[in-house]
């Protein structure tokens, strides 16, 4: 899993400021001004290449003017954005540290993410079909 997150990372795939405004329905002047904020980071290839925008980038100035235009201020709709990448990365970081194991029975899939800390002889095991979840506690087979 650690060796697809890292090729997709590794691959360039950024677009320039034409396409993403197109994309993102932001203007060229929003998306200068942001960046002059320090809210949204185009990355520059070469000196003096055109400025590129990541999918991260992409995520965050959607989020930007989708927040802007249901009435938030810049700064509120940047803290709320903040709030909401860091509930992301908690997300990830518990994924990443727990998830043991995947199974696929036909349309169900169990995530299977390891023993509880304070009772080792369950588990966690998240049932997933189409739209429903069903989160068990399980005895490990011995």
């Not at 994309?23 to 200068?32: D, H, P, V």
């Not at 249901?70 to 727990?98: H, P, W």
Request: glycine residues 8%; contains cysteine; positive net charge.
């Amino acid at each position: 899993m650690d060796q697809l997150v890292n090729t997709i990372k590794s691959l360039d795939l950024s677009i320039g400021i034409g396409e993403a405004i197109r994309i993102t329905g932001a203007s060229g002047a929003q998306l200068r001004y942001w960046e002059k904020k320090g809210l949204v980071h185009p990355v520059q290839h070469q000196d003096g290449g055109n400025k590129r925008y990541n999918l991260n980038n992409l995520m965050r100035v959607i989020l930007i003017k989708y927040y802007i235009d249901s009435g938030y201020t810049l700064a509120k709709a940047s803290e709320v954005i903040e709030s909401r990448c860091n509930d992301g990365t908690t997300i990830r970081t518990f994924i990443m540290q727990r998830l043991s194991d995947i199974q696929n029975e036909g349309e169900l899939v169990k995530l299977f993410f390891g023993k509880f800390d304070n009772d080792p002889n369950y588990e966690l095991v998240a049932e997933v079909q189409g739209k429903s979840v069903k989160l068990l506690r399980q005895k490990i087979k011995k």
